[in-house]
């Protein structure tokens, strides 16, 4: 099983949400929450959306806005390894 890590999210994100001109994304932005990063619920929602088609996961409705990107990247790996467990 392949491990999701920043990048992949940093990918998910610039579809689904977007990237502002002034956001610059290549930064360390692991510890800053969705929201400081500029992004809200509806685009949290959309990134969500497309991760779990991407992976077939279903996230919970707790990965939210005011989680970072680094807690988002443990949940989605959380969730892959759950999938390959007998």
Do not use: H
């Amino acid at each position: 099983m392949a491990t999701f890590t920043l990048a992949d999210l940093l990918e998910y994100v610039r579809q689904g949400g977007g990237e502002d001109d002034a956001l610059n994304l290549n930064g360390q932005i692991a510890e800053t929450t969705f929201v400081d990063l500029g992004y809200d619920s509806i685009a949290i929602v959309e990134i969500t959306l497309l991760i779990e088609r991407g992976l077939g996961i279903k996230l919970p409705e707790t990965a939210d806005k005011n989680a970072t990107p680094a807690q988002f990247v443990d949940l989605v790996n959380e969730l892959l390894s759950e999938l390959v467990q007998p």
